[in-house]
């Protein structure tokens, strides 16, 4: 069975970076990466896509690397309202699997 | 742009009751939705893929005589709990995949269902 594994929690101060990493080892070619934050009794919230090397856009970086079997979110300067579930989903044209979840927790 | 809705936010029914939760795409075309289960403090679970026009795909383990997927037009999925058990509560939530679009989809608000 296909695992797409995270760590369960990290815990960071205010305005530092973070990075949450999402391990793949089963990619298929076709494949995405995407990241999402959950809130509490909401929906998963789009955060970042790519496919290989780094993307990056007005909230947050992805780094996958040439052999793909990880991926790294990076939030530059997380404040308190980051506290939240960030989960990786590895997706391609027949399958689809979420990550396990990291919980991620802001400390003042 | 990309919202996805549902309907209702929240329900409560009686065990042996049917509900009916909606997703609506409300400013795009979705030939493909998801549906989702997800229980407290746990990752999202996939249960079924549903295309436009065409029978819903469901994953192993999951009762597609029990969770009823209809997928009528491109901005509408319904997912029907049939016969519902206190079991059943969890929180439903469904996506959207941009027609012609790579692998990104958009979720919806989730339903919180509750069977007593």
């Known amino acids: 069975l296909a695992k797409t594994t995270q760590p369960i929690s990290m815990d960071s101060y205010e305005g530092q970076e973070v990075n949450i990493t999402c391990s793949h080892n089963?990619?298929?070619?076709?494949?995405?990466i995407t990241w999402y934050q959950q809130f509490p009794s909401q929906g998963p919230r789009f955060i970042i896509q790519?496919?290989?090397t780094k993307v990056t856009n007005e909230v947050a970086s992805l780094f996958i690397p040439a052999d793909r079997k990880s991926s790294t979110l990076s939030l530059p300067r997380v404040s308190l309202s980051d506290t939240a579930v960030y989960y990786c989903?590895?997706?391609?044209?027949?399958?689809?699997?979420f990550g396990t979840g990291t919980r991620l927790t802001v400390i003042p | 742009g990309a919202v996805v809705s549902q309907h209702p936010s929240r329900v409560i029914c009686k065990s042996g009751t049917s509900v009916k939760i909606e997703c609506r795409s409300l400013?795009?075309?979705?030939?493909?939705m998801f549906w989702y289960r997800q229980f407290p403090k746990q990752s999202l679970m996939l249960m079924a893929t549903?295309?436009?026009?065409?029978?819903?795909?469901?994953e192993q383990g999951v009762e597609k005589d029990k969770f009823l997927i209809n997928h009528a037009s491109l901005t509408l999925s319904t997912l029907t709990v049939t016969s519902a058990h206190p079991e059943d509560s969890s929180f439903y939530i469904c996506?959207?995949?941009?027609?012609?679009?790579?692998?990104?989809?958009?979720f919806g608000p989730g339903t919180r269902l509750t069977v007593t």
């Open positions: 996506s959207a995949r941009v027609r012609g679009g790579l692998s990104e989809q958009y």
């Open positions: 089963n990619i298929a070619t076709n494949d995405y």
């Open positions: 790519g496919y290989k």
């Open positions: 989903l590895r997706t391609g044209a027949n399958n689809l699997f």
């Open positions: 400013d795009f075309q979705a030939t493909t």
């Open positions: 549903s295309n436009e026009g065409s029978k819903a795909t469901y």
